[in-house]
């Protein structure tokens, strides 16, 4: 069992950045790390997913403006976002995947408006 604890969301203004970070309960160096996200009335999507060796996956609607790391000896992920827009805004969900398990955080509300 992992457990996973995401922090750093909050209220931000567009264009501002905003880091998550997410706080695993083990070792978390085999494990998939990904952020997704899920705004009202949609379903969750997936944002960004760093994989054990260190490559990264974005959704392209974060494309260079968001940053995936990892910190094996910290067993902590970060999301560094950038140039936040208003339709970034929604749950941020932190999620471990190692073969056909999945966990997930219990999520930190980000929201970009003025």
């Known amino acids: 069992q992992v457990q996973l604890v995401e922090s750093g969301g909050g209220l931000v203004q567009p264009g501002g950045s905003l880091r998550l970070s997410c706080a695993a309960s083990?070792?978390?160096?085999?494990?998939?790390m990904g952020w997704y996200r899920q705004a009202p009335g949609k379903q969750r999507e997936l944002v960004a997913e760093?994989?054990?060796?260190?490559?990264?996956n974005y959704a392209d609607s974060v494309k260079g403006r968001f940053t995936n790391s990892r910190d094996n000896a910290k067993n902590t992920v970060y999301l560094q976002m950038n140039s936040l827009k208003s339709e970034d805004t929604a749950v941020y969900y932190c999620?471990?995947?190692?073969?056909?398990?999945?966990?997930w955080g219990q999520g930190t509300q980000v929201t970009v408006s003025s």
């Open positions: 999620n471990a995947r190692l073969g056909g398990t999945n966990y």
């Open positions: 083990t070792t978390i160096f085999r494990y998939v």
């Open positions: 760093i994989f054990a060796g260190g490559t990264t």
